[in-house]
């Protein structure tokens, strides 16, 4: 009794630990910091020495969300709820006459009315929840079976890991856990004995002996195994489908021993009932290491994903060949007769009201797959343009085609005017836009008032949502996406989303077989990597923009690499914070040589030992179940040849000394040839800058003018609580001017006096004046930068509803353009998160 007592001691204050501190400011990593991310594993750890355990932390969980719930602790609503769905997916026992979980629900339940994503983490909890009161452990089975691949006929799910690095940015330690993770590999046998033996435990408790299921089941055959595990599935399966959780528990009973009975299993006091003490102990079966594939990735695409396609699906080389250019040019010759209908059609459709328009794409979103359009939320999942082929043809196939176009130009008249951009969103089209000034939202995200009459009150909603249906559970396989890198890679990961988003437009492969999940771990840049000036410090005027006093540039001010986009995430989910971007607080050594030793046998004495880093990378996996959106840009580019190019960033995009400065430092050894001078060496550019500045009052103020700078920054707004409002979406603008330069025959010339400013914006142009050029570089990345660039416009991202009609209007001149839109994706990278964006 006194050791129970000791244990719940032990067990309240590693919980404590694992809370402490959340809910602050994680832009501040002091050292009260440091090893907090090791809370949630130590906990972990002390559970796992003994079976008794999980239902004491799991009663400490529920006992500290009561105090939640009283004291209105938002912050901790998320963690706490993760943790107790990791506990009891790990619990390797009820007791028949436990209470424990039925308090769970009613605890939970009381969360539902709570804001979003509180509400939306506990739904998912009690769903949870629910399943386990109807079949015992069948969530455990449920996340084993898919990661392992072990797929059954009526049952064909799987999850694929892919883990994504550029050796030259992670440190070596990184890789080699990698590569240890790719490496392991548990043979289907030992995965059907394991899961098998959990089915059992979870439903007996201590009535059958898994020592002698162990023996029974190592000496049948494969094709035997796979019919016991597959017959065991199916009992679970179908238990948790029934209503009441107590004739589906005493369904699978009946089974399960059917089922003992025909594998020949031997009953151990076959007439204990369930629960009561006999010669068989209860024992802690860890969840098996996932199936993870590692690439080395450097690149601005996901092309490395077909590898994945080819080996994973057993496809046919057809299925991976590109569309035929004949039928594109012939459907574009269709768009160019519907273009006129449907420009017709916009003025038409702008007087809908609001209700109409929404019960439209209600009903749209359910006749095409399981997804909703929340206008509230501002976030929701695609419904049309994920929709395999075949499914189409196949619905429309008494039509003819000519006349099945049309048809689906109809449905999608107000996709089609989605292309038309607001001057606060920025037209990539509309070059004579921004000297206008707007009184719409500098982001809107729910709806905003347009430059159309006011007598019509014409409305328009801005969707942000991810383009890849990542909330679309109609797909067989879940791939998984895992990154590790800092602010130069999310860039990539960034450019390689937007290229994936074309090409899948034009002939969908890859999000016809997976349902994508992304995941960011941060890493500091390696030190071997040529260290270059990146943003400006942290520090940032309180005010939108206060021109500085006259200051001397120190390029040790500036930081090499940032990971400000981690950061950004931390902020919008506490839990982010705590377990994956505090890795950056830990050494290395620590990561990578301290281990969480696993039993691969409960009956042999072979352990595994997997590193610390590798266990916090498949728990954000496995648990990270809701997407936080960030926001893509754009910028468009004209070079000195005329050339136009379109490129995306995520973080920053550097114009003028600082990209030049890391454009020689990239160099290499050659670099030492050129010399790095700082700003006071610079040679000034004469730029005509263009931007609209972003309010409170959510008024954009145009500003039109000529500076001479040596460098213009752009870097998202993502360091301070009071920036993550999705609506006021911006970039922060800084410009480094001259005021007073030097010149001099004899000694080179500098620059005097110089000032900085900063003001937040949503859209900018900057030109070149008298033919001058200048560099761009994106996301602090080297191999991303462009020289002789004259022009440069940046706007946030946005997704064509339909790629082909996106192209044919891109031909159009300005002058031709429809109508204001009704609708208008905003194109998001989503990144998978514990809880998703706080309120």
């Keep these: 009794m006194q050791h129970t007592s000791c244990t719940e001691d032990r067990i309240q204050h590693a919980l404590q630990r694992c809370l402490h501190g959340l809910g602050r400011d994680p832009s501040s990593m002091d050292t009260w910091t440091v090893g907090l991310c090791m809370n949630r594993w130590s906990l972990e750890e002390l559970v796992n020495r003994d079976p008794g355990n999980f239902l004491i932390l799991l009663q400490q969980i529920l006992k500290r969300t009561r105090e939640v719930q009283v004291n209105s602790e938002y912050v901790l609503v998320a963690p706490l709820a993760l943790m107790f769905f990791s506990t009891l997916l790990r619990t390797p026992f009820f007791p028949p006459d436990s209470t424990l979980l039925k308090e769970a629900c009613e605890i939970y339940h009381s969360f539902l009315t709570w804001p979003e994503p509180y509400c939306s983490v506990c739904r998912d909890l009690l769903t949870f929840i629910h399943q386990e009161l109807k079949a015992p452990g069948i969530s455990y089975q449920r996340l084993v079976r898919e990661e392992q691949g072990l797929a059954t006929e009526n049952h064909p799910r799987k999850t694929i890991t892919v883990l994504l690095m550029n050796p030259a940015d992670v440190p070596k330690e990184y890789l080699s856990i990698a590569d240890q993770l790719s490496t392991v590999e548990h043979s289907q046998r030992d995965s059907y004995i394991t899961l098998i033996k959990h089915a059992y435990q979870c439903t007996f408790g201590t009535k059958y002996s898994l020592k002698d299921i162990q023996k029974t089941l190592e000496s049948k055959k494969l094709e035997e195994l796979v019919e016991i595990f597959s017959a065991s599935t199916e009992i679970l399966e179908t238990a948790s489908a029934l209503e009441d959780s107590v004739k589906s528990r005493e369904f699978i009973q009946g089974k399960l021993g059917e089922l003992r009975e025909k594998a020949g299993i031997p009953a151990e006091n076959g007439n204990t009932p369930a629960g009561e003490k006999s010669s068989s102990t209860i024992q802690t079966l860890p969840l098996l290491i996932a199936k993870c594939h590692t690439y080395h990735w450097d690149k601005d695409n996901f092309d490395v994903l077909n590898e994945i396609l080819r080996s ?157 249906s990542c909330d679309d559970d109609s797909k067989a396989t879940t791939l998984r996406v895992v990154v590790f890198g800092a602010d130069q890679i999310s860039g990539k990961v960034a450019r390689a989303y937007s290229n994936l988003r074309l090409q899948e437009s034009r002939c969908p492969r890859l999000t016809r077989y997976f349902r994508f999940q992304f995941y960011f771990i941060p890493v500091k840049r390696n030190s071997s990597c040529p260290a270059v000036p990146g943003s400006f410090p942290n520090s940032v005027p309180d005010s939108p923009m206060r021109p500085a006093a006259p200051m001397e540039l120190n390029l040790s001010g500036l930081e090499d690499s940032t990971n400000d986009i981690a950061h950004y995430i931390g902020m919008l989910d506490p839990w982010y914070d705590r377990n994956i971007l505090s890795l950056l607080s830990l050494p290395i050594g620590v990561l990578c040589q301290q281990a969480s030793k696993i039993e691969t046998d409960s009956f042999n004495n072979s352990k595994q030992r997997l590193p610390i880093l590798a266990d916090m990378v498949l728990y954000y996996c496995r648990h990270a179940a809701h997407n936080a959106l960030v926001q893509l840009y754009q910028a468009e580019l004209t070079l000195a040849g005329g050339e136009r190019r379109t490129e995306v960033f995520i973080h920053s995009l550097e114009l003028g000394h600082t990209a030049g400065t890391r454009a020689i430092k990239a160099s290499g050894p050659g670099s030492k040839r050129f010399g790095i001078d700082g700003e006071r060496e610079a040679v000034p550019l004469t730029l005509g800058i263009v931007y609209s500045k972003v309010s409170v009052s959510s008024r954009n103020q145009w500003n039109n003018i000529e500076k001479v700078c040596t460098s213009v920054n752009l ?17 922060q603008l800084t410009m480094t001017e001259v005021l007073k330069r030097q010149n001099s025959k ?82 998001c990278l989503p990144i998978s998160t514990f809880s998703g964006a706080l309120p």
């Design 746 to 827: 004899s000694k080179m010339s500098y620059n005097q006096q110089m000032n900085t400013t900063q003001v937040k914006v949503d859209k900018v142009q900057v030109t070149g004046s008298n033919s001058t050029t200048f560099a761009v570089c994106f996301d602090q990345d080297e191999k991303k930068i462009l020289q002789s660039v004259t022009r440069c416009e940046v706007s946030v991202c946005y997704k064509p509803e339909n790629s082909i009609l996106w192209r044919f209007r891109r031909k159009r001149s300005f002058q031709e353009q429809p109508p204001h839109p009704e609708f208008c994706s905003l194109l």
């Design 312 to 468: 994973e699906c057993d496809l046919p080389p057809t299925t991976l060949a590109e569309p035929e250019e004949e039928e594109l040019d012939d459907e574009e010759e269709d768009i160019e007769d519907e273009v006129e209908i449907n420009d017709h059609r916009a003025s038409t459709f702008s007087t809908t009201s609001k209700d109409s328009m929404f019960s439209t794409y209600s009903l749209a979103s359910n006749c095409s797959m399981p997804s909703m359009l929340s206008v509230a939320s501002g976030v929701d999942s695609d419904f049309c343009e994920d929709m395999d082929e075949d499914s189409r043809h196949e619905k429309q196939s008494k039509v003819k085609p000519k006349l099945k176009k049309r048809i689906s130009m109809l449905f999608k008249s107000k996709s089609s005017q989605s292309l038309r951009r607001t001057e606060s969103l920025g037209n990539p089209e509309s070059k004579n836009n921004f000297p206008v000034k707007s009184r719409s939202n500098s982001l809107p995200q729910q709806a905003c008032l347009m430059r159309a009459e006011r007598q019509s009150l014409k409305t328009t909603c801005f969707r942000r949502r991810p383009f890849l």
């Design 715 to 731: 870097t998202k707004a993502c360091r301070r609580p009071e920036e993550l409002d999705s609506k006021m979406e911006c970039l």
